[in-house]
């Protein structure tokens, strides 16, 4: 496959579009006006898009890496689950952050994650157990680092929230290469 320019025929390779669309997607997506829709129209998009999909696709996934958490209720005991953005760790491991949309509470899947580490992902459609560890004051700016080397400035949630984010690395227990989303950029 060879480069192409924005000025030649044909225009820019796809994956300069999507860049550009990521980009594009992060600024929108630390606007006050996002976090304050984001939270209300999200989750019904996410749902959709994975019935249709029969699984297999999250709509956030379409730009950023994404898996869908499986946890246990932290209270309830009961099963839950969450679309989240990812940043792939590899060999097997992904980081995922409580953000909650910069809000000043964290999200009810961190205090599951905190309860019960042991859970599951599913990654394009496919399951996978995993170990779930919460990111220590010591290692937080180097992930925090890496974290933004994939989606810039999304540290600003956390600075927007007023608290620290909590952080988790999970780890695919057997079969880590299989566990990695394919990377859109």
């Known amino acids: ?43 019904p998009l996410e749902k959709a898009t994975a019935f249709v999909s029969g699984g297999r696709i999250q709509l956030s996934g379409l730009l950023v890496p994404s898996l869908v958490l499986f946890t246990t209720g932290a209270k309830s005991g009961l099963p839950r689950q969450t679309v989240l953005m990812c940043c792939p760790e590899p060999p097997g491991r992904f980081l995922v952050t409580g953000s909650n949309f910069a809000r000043p509470e964290h999200p009810a899947w961190t205090a599951n994650l905190v309860a019960h580490p042991d859970a599951e992902i599913a990654v394009r459609g496919r399951r996978h157990r995993v170990h779930a560890v919460l990111i220590g004051d010591e290692e937080r700016d180097a992930v925090w680092d890496y974290i933004e080397r994939q989606w810039p400035g999304y540290r600003g949630y956390e600075r927007a929230s007023g608290r620290t984010v909590r952080i988790f690395r999970l780890t695919v227990l057997g079969g880590a290469a299989q566990a990695q989303p394919r990377s859109t950029s």
Do not use: C, K, Q, Y
């Open 1 to 43: 496959m060879t480069t192409r320019d924005a000025h030649e025929p044909g225009g820019p390779r796809p994956r300069a579009v999507v860049r550009t669309t990521r980009s594009l997607v992060a600024a929108f997506s630390r606007t006050r006006f996002f976090r304050r829709v984001g939270p209300r129209i999200m989750p």
